[in-house]
C-alpha cells in the first residue's frame, strides 16, 4: 500500500523515515492546470526536496530525475476507503474518487498511462503518492482508476504504464490529451444478484423495475456455468452509484456492487 503524508508525522510508524523525507512532503508543489502535457515540471531549475532517496521497510528508493522514456510493466493494485480523506506523499487529501496513483520512484505530479493487458482499457492518472511497498507491483490506483481499468473487483492485473509529462502550456512536442471537466461523470448500475435460472433472474428484475424504475438482465459464462445477472438502476456518477449500493446492501442485498454501463 502507499505511504501517506499521515504516516509520516506518526514517529512509532515511520522510524525509518529520515526528516528529508518529511521535508520533502512538506515542500512539494502543484503542477501546472492547463490541459497539456510538457517535459519538464514548474521550476525544474530549483532542486526538489522529494528527488532525495527515501527507505522503506530497510529498502532505500532512489526518485527519478526525469520521466522521459518511462515504460513499465508489472502487477497493478487499488487502494479505497481505507485512505480516503487522508494526505498522500505531496501533501494533497487522498480522493478515491479522483484518477490519481502512487509510485515509487517516478516524479510526484507526472500523468502515467496505464493498460490492462487482460482487457486492453486504459486510464490516465496522476502520480500524487509513494507505493506500493508490495513485491512485484508497480503501481497503486485510485479506487475510480482501478473501476475504469477493470481491477476493483480482482484487486491486481497486470498493466503497462507510461510516463506522458506535466500538464500545462507547452511551445512544441505537447501530448494533446485533454481530461474530462468530471473524472466522477459516467454510466453505472448496481448488480444485486446473479442466478443460474433465467425465470428467477426475470421476477427479480420484474420487481426491480417496478421499484426502481430500470434493470436489466446481463447474460455471462463463468467456468462453464451460465449466470443471469441483475441490474438495477442508471447513475451518472460513480460516487451516486457506490451510495445506492450501500442502500441495496442495507436493503437486503448484501451482495451488490457497482458495474459500469455500456
Given amino acids: 500500500m502507499p505511504i501517506s503524508f499521515t504516516s ?3 514517529p512509532s510508524r515511520s522510524s525509518r523515515y529520515s526528516w528529508a523525507a518529511l521535508l520533502a512532503a512538506c515542500l512539494l508543489s502543484a503542477c501546472a492546470t492547463k490541459q497539456a502535457y510538457i517535459s519538464t515540471a514548474p521550476d525544474s531549475r530549483r532542486p526538489k526536496a522529494w528527488q532525495r532517496p527515501y527507505e522503506v521497510n530497510g529498502e532505500r528508493y532512489q526518485p527519478l ?29 487522498y480522493d478515491m474518487y479522483a484518477l490519481t496513483a502512487a509510485h515509487k520512484t517516478l516524479p510526484l505530479g507526472v500523468y502515467v498511462k496505464a493498460r490492462n493487458k487482460r482487457n486492453g482499457r486504459e486510464v490516465i492518472v496522476r502520480i500524487n503518492d509513494r507505493g506500493p511497498f508490495v513485491k512485484d507491483r508497480i503501481i497503486d490506483l485510485s479506487y475510480t482508476a482501478a473501476k475504469q481499468l477493470g481491477i476493483a473487483d ?13 500538464r500545462g502550456d507547452s511551445g512544441s512536442g505537447v501530448v494533446a490529451y485533454r481530461p474530462p471537466a468530471s473524472y466522477d461523470t459516467g454510466a453505472y448500475g448496481i448488480q444485486v444478484a446473479a ?39 442508471r447513475y451518472d456518477s460513480l460516487k451516486k452509484a457506490e451510495e445506492a449500493k450501500v442502500s441495496f446492501e442495507r436493503g ?6 457497482v458495474v459500469a454501463l455500456d
Avoid: C
Fill in 65 to 93: 530525475l526525469s520521466h522521459e522514456g518511462f515504460v513499465q510493466e508489472g502487477l497493478a493494485s487499488w487502494y479505497g476507503a481505507d485512505f480516503h480523506g487522508k494526505r498522500t506523499s505531496n501533501g494533497e487529501t
Fill in 252 to 257: 437486503g442485498y448484501p451482495g451488490s456492487f
Fill in 8 to 10: 509520516l508525522l506518526q
Fill in 154 to 166: 480482482t484487486g491486481t492485473a497486470p498493466v503497462r504504464i507510461e510516463a506522458l509529462g506535466y
Fill in 195 to 233: 442466478f443460474t435460472e433465467i425465470g428467477n433472474a426475470r421476477r427479480m428484475a420484474d420487481r426491480m423495475r417496478q421499484r426502481y424504475g430500470t434493470s436489466t438482465i446481463q447474460e455471462a459464462v463463468v467456468n462453464t456455468t451460465r449466470f443471469f445477472r441483475v441490474r438495477v438502476g
